[in-house]
């Protein structure tokens, strides 16, 4: 099984572009999450979702949108980029919602 | 608000010895706390999982401990080996459908 798959592992975006990062599942997990990390803030909540169809805000949902059209797959889209978004972002997954979650390992993203 | 602390400085630590981590919570009363460690540039790696009602969780080397009168876990890798280098995050389940996370405490091993 691969897990947790996330695409690109790095990307530089030039402020105002716009850009999708790929998570991708294969343990048939109902809950999907996007965090991002930065020093000194440790992992911070962007967006989950507790099956297809269904998605809710996290901490710091603001620039991020997302979507949950298959169990298997939950995009993160950042429609404008900001500088601010300069982060490592990552996807994870769980059987539920509060169970154990399951990282992929990460996309470093730069917006210059 | 609520709030997660744990050691932001590094701890250093002898080969075979235990190395005890601290994770402190306010203003809130997780139903479990989940531990993880993480290596750079990959992500977070589940390793245990304690429940409010459970004082100890034992997996090999490592033992958590859970006070919630306290406020606090405690994580502990006793013989603890240089492979053990890496930082661990404490999450507390915040809230309904919600794991927090601290920022970790990176722990050094020394041979």
């Known amino acids: 099984n691969a897990g947790v798959t996330q695409t690109p592992k790095f990307q530089v975006l030039k402020t105002g572009q716009s850009m999708t990062l790929q998570c991708a599942q294969d343990?048939?997990?109902?809950?999907m999450s996007w965090y991002r990390q930065d020093p000194g803030m440790g992992l911070r909540l962007i967006h989950y979702?507790?099956?297809?169809?269904?998605?809710d805000q996290g901490e710091v949902p603001n620039g991020y949108n997302v979507s949950r059209s298959t169990t298997e797959d939950f995009p993160l889209r950042l429609l404008s980029a900001a500088p601010s978004q300069t982060s490592v972002y990552f996807c994870?997954?769980?059987?539920?919602?509060?169970?154990?979650?399951?990282f992929g390992n990460g996309t470093r993203l730069t917006v210059t | 608000s609520q709030k997660i602390e744990q050691n932001s400085e590094a701890l250093n630590i002898q080969e075979g010895k235990t190395a005890t981590l601290t994770c402190n919570y306010t203003?809130?009363?997780?139903?479990?706390l989940q531990w993880y460690r993480q290596d750079p540039g990959r992500g977070p790696v589940f390793l245990l999982l304690?429940?409010?009602?459970?004082k100890e969780k034992r997996k090999e080397r490592l033992k958590v401990t859970f006070d919630t009168t306290l406020k606090q876990s405690l994580f502990h890798i006793t013989a603890s080996q240089p492979a053990d280098s890496a930082t661990y995050l404490c999450?507390?389940?915040?809230?309904?459908?919600?794991?927090?996370f601290g920022i970790g405490t990176k722990l050094q091993v020394i041979p």
């Open positions: 203003n809130y009363s997780p139903a479990y």
């Open positions: 999450a507390p389940k915040s809230g309904y459908q919600k794991v927090t």
């Open positions: 304690i429940r409010e009602n459970e």
């Open positions: 994870a997954s769980s059987y539920s919602a509060g169970q154990p979650l399951h």
């Open positions: 343990m048939n997990h109902e809950y």
């Open positions: 979702s507790v099956g297809a169809g269904i998605t």
